[in-house]
């Protein structure tokens, strides 16, 4: 079999682009490639819509050097990689919806050799799946699901492991699964890893590599809902949560996580839904944490709505990214309650984001605005810290001084 040097990624995201610019660093031939055109032409001319550490200097490298460009269409190539996003449903239930598409779009250009990579979180049997609508579609060739290590095309799960605002470096220093539907197609995905992949990288089945990504997250969502859970407990008894974690803490076996404002991101609040969608009867624990870290925003917003008393009062949102230093709202418990906030019936409400340039579009003509620190201080009669963005760390003192302050996150308690 030939080696592997022209590669396809389909989704130009928050794991796709930076996936195709480090193959392309590593100095393979890289075709990226996203339905939405705009994007497309942002990264064939050099540049990110993304905001990610050290992304738009790969990328501008690449891109000059020849070795990444992207188009709405997929190639033929010798690799595939899917990298789209699998949101939920508004019942929580699992959508693949774009994986399938993802999976449809490089059907005519697949020929004997390849490999197709799913990377998208994805429900257990989804390479399995894959294989059967590629069969489907391209009755010429064989796949390993019906024809184990004699097959024409191999497939493989391959889950992303990257914490935003530092994923080139994780994707070459965290170690890999690599879940084939066949030990050739294991291999053949170790190739391709291996061109930048410095962590270990374990060969599994794909089912395996399947549920380890969405244990992973579901066993964080877990640890985030016993602190969460703890700080609503300290609340109704009157108890500073954070003394609490800080000495239990001290125990060599205790490791108790910083309660928030909820959880968001593109995994965490979402991957265990995957879990629990397949096995409704027995992943109680995850449905409660679930459970939990919802029902942390919503005591949440009742504070801030309790402190506020009357609709016009000026609230203050102090970040609106699902975690700290990054410009990421994916599943944001901030975007969550500045929507109810404003459902409610709040006319003067303003966020403080200082990742972001505007607030997105969807808030065009409601009452609330994007401004900076200062401005939020000086008019705000309630001020709530979502996120511990670094620049409100350097203006505790400032903070505190706020009329009413709401502090889910312990930005203050140091």
């Given amino acids: 079999m030939s080696p592997i040097r022209k590669v396809a990624v389909i989704g130009l995201g928050y794991v796709g682009l930076p996936t195709a610019a480090t193959l392309a660093n590593a100095g393979l031939d890289v075709l ?15 540049q990110v819509h993304i905001s990610e550490r050290d992304l738009d200097a790969l990328v501008q490298e690449v891109v000059k050097s020849g070795r990444l460009r992207a188009a709405t269409r997929p190639a033929a190539a010798d690799a595939f990689v899917i990298a789209v996003p699998t949101p939920v449903n508004g019942d929580n239930t699992p959508n693949m919806t774009l994986v399938d598409g993802a999976v449809a779009s490089i059907a005519s250009v697949l020929k004997q050799g390849d490999v197709v990579i799913i990377e998208s979180t994805s429900t257990v049997g989804t390479t399995e799946r894959a294989a059967r609508q590629l069969a489907a579609a391209r009755p010429d060739l064989s796949f390993p699901d019906t024809h184990p290590e004699t097959a024409d095309v191999l497939m493989a799960y391959c889950p992303e492991r990257v914490l935003p605002g530092a994923t080139l470096r994780e994707l070459v220093q965290n170690s890999r699964v690599l879940g084939g539907l066949d030990e050739r197609s294991s291999q053949r ?30 066993f964080r969502d877990v640890n985030i809902a016993f602190a969460n859970e703890l700080a609503m407990i300290c609340e109704d008894l009157d108890i500073d949560v954070w003394s609490v974690i800080r000495s239990a803490n001290l125990h060599p076996r205790v490791k108790i996580l910083k309660p928030g404002a909820g959880v968001g991101g593109h995994c965490i609040p979402v991957d265990p839904w995957f879990i629990i969608s397949q096995a409704p009867t027995t992943a109680n624990l995850m449905r409660m944490a679930r459970q939990t870290n919802h029902a942390r925003t919503h005591r949440v917003l009742d504070q801030i709505v309790s402190a506020a008393g009357s609709k016009d009062t000026p609230i203050a949102l102090l970040g609106l990214s699902y975690k700290a230093n990054i410009d990421d709202l994916r599943e944001s418990p901030s975007l969550e309650l500045l929507d109810a906030l404003l459902n409610d019936g709040f006319t003067n409400i303003k966020v403080v984001e200082p990742n972001i340039d505007a607030l997105p579009a969807a808030y065009d003509g409601r009452p609330v605005r994007l401004v900076d620190l200062n401005m939020a201080l000086r008019e705000a009669r309630v001020v709530a810290v979502l996120v511990d963005h670094k620049e409100f760390q350097s203006k505790r003192d400032e903070i505190r001084r706020a009329l009413v302050t709401i502090d889910p996150v312990g930005l203050l308690s140091i």
């Fill in 189 to 218: 995905a170790l190739e391709l890893y291996g061109h930048f992949v410095q962590g270990e990288m374990m060969v599994a089945s794909a089912r395996v590599a399947e549920m380890s990504k969405l244990s992973e997250n579901a």
């Fill in 32 to 46: 990226g490639v996203d339905i939405r055109e705009t994007v497309v032409r942002t990264i064939n001319a050099g």
